[in-house]
């Protein structure tokens, strides 16, 4: 090791990266790696130092190929590891663009033997948990049981999501058929918050004494009264009784809720995307496009912030441990556990605080 430094004249010295299976893109790092370390590992084996075979121009090929394969998917999963954007509604786009990208391997002529081999593997493997991405399969394939008993396809959260965000509201990768039958999920729990928000409405109504005026009894016909009409009149007053006050309000108000969610979603799925990235080069926050037009869609943008605020992966509480890990060493083993709750805590709050505070 000491010689492959000693070659290093420029920049940082660096070691070769070993594959670890439990570690997340570590095979595109090794070739990546050795890619940038083939000059020094060329010229300490034309001296004659080193005690090892180098690749071959075929095996280096390979190396290439298959570091070129890998980038995409070390791009996509790096972007799906933060926590400060949102990242939910990017996994169906990604694992679209997952399964076109190994397509496109296989059927490149430019793409070896072996690059094709590997991506039939992978297209394989990202068929059998995600789906094969097929028309009218997408919104309802996690319905689906597949291996280990875990749902197949993409989750619903994660579509509506890919829906809810106004960067991309699920142009690209769906087809109408699945559209359709995703923005009707998107409809249904609409519809919950806006019922939700009524019968809250009516409870605060009741408490405050402003529940309306209750109908008088229904007066019943005298029997010195009847006449050719008395069936009639009996009809009259079953239908009184069937349909209370109570009940024609619920009636009425289901259908103002109907037309109004139909007429928000009709709005929202008219409204044009925005752009990816602002003119400065940053990702646009869809949370932002959210709060700014809130009064716009009032059922939408609630259900849009239950759902954006998902993490797409575990890797957020996965970097709570490690600093976990890292503040509760062997030497600090007597810190009471209030300190070191306090510590965590402060390691990701206080950059936060200084990034918000540098955005004002």
């Known amino acids: 090791m000491k010689k492959l ?14 594959d670890v299976t439990t570690r997340w893109w570590s095979t595109y790092s090794m ?45 996509l999963q790096k972007m799906l590891e933060g926590h400060a954007y949102v990242t939910i509604s990017l996994v169906p786009y990604m694992i679209y663009k997952m399964r076109k990208g190994l397509v496109e391997a296989i059927n490149s002529e430019a793409s070896s033997e072996y690059v094709k081999t590997i991506s039939n593997v992978m297209l394989n493997a990202v068929n059998k948990h995600f789906g094969n991405g097929a028309a009218g399969t997408v919104a309802f394939e ?103 006050p109570e009940q024609e309000d619920r009636n009425i108000r289901g259908d103002l809720i109907d037309e109004l969610i139909d007429a928000e979603l009709t709005l929202y799925r008219q409204e044009a995307p925005i752009a990816m990235k602002d003119n400065s080069g940053n990702y646009n926050n869809p949370l932002s496009w959210w709060s700014q037009n809130g009064r716009r869609f009032q059922h939408l943008s609630v259900l849009a912030s239950r759902i954006l605020c998902v993490p797409a992966t575990s890797a957020p509480s996965e970097r709570v441990f490690s600093t976990a890990g890292l503040t509760i060493s062997k030497d600090r083993a007597r810190l009471p556990s209030q300190t070191a709750n306090e510590l965590i805590f402060l390691h990701d709050v206080l950059p936060a605080i200084a990034k918000f505070e540098g955005a004002q």
């Open 5 to 18: 430094h000693s070659k290093q004249v420029q920049g940082r010295e660096l070691n070769p990266i070993q």
């Open 31 to 75: 070739c990546e790696r050795l890619i940038r370390l083939r000059p020094y590992l060329s010229l300490l084996e034309n001296e004659g130092e080193v005690n090892f075979t180098n690749l071959s121009n075929s095996q280096w090929i390979i190396v290439e190929d298959l570091a070129a394969l890998l980038k995409p998917f070390m791009i």
């Open 142 to 244: 996690n319905a689906i049981e597949g291996e280990r008993r875990r749902p197949k396809g993409v989750s619903m959260l994660a579509l509506m999501a890919s829906f809810l965000d106004p960067r991309m509201k699920g142009g690209v990768g769906f087809s109408p058929a699945d559209q359709d039958a995703i923005y009707q999920i998107i409809r249904d729990e609409m519809r919950l918050i806006a019922v939700d928000g009524a019968a809250f409405e009516d409870e605060v109504a009741e408490r405050n004494g402003m529940q309306g005026v209750k109908q008088a009894p229904i007066r019943q016909h005298n029997l010195d009264d009847a006449d050719i009409f008395d069936e009639i009149n009996q009809h009259f007053l079953d239908q009184q009784q069937l349909r209370t």
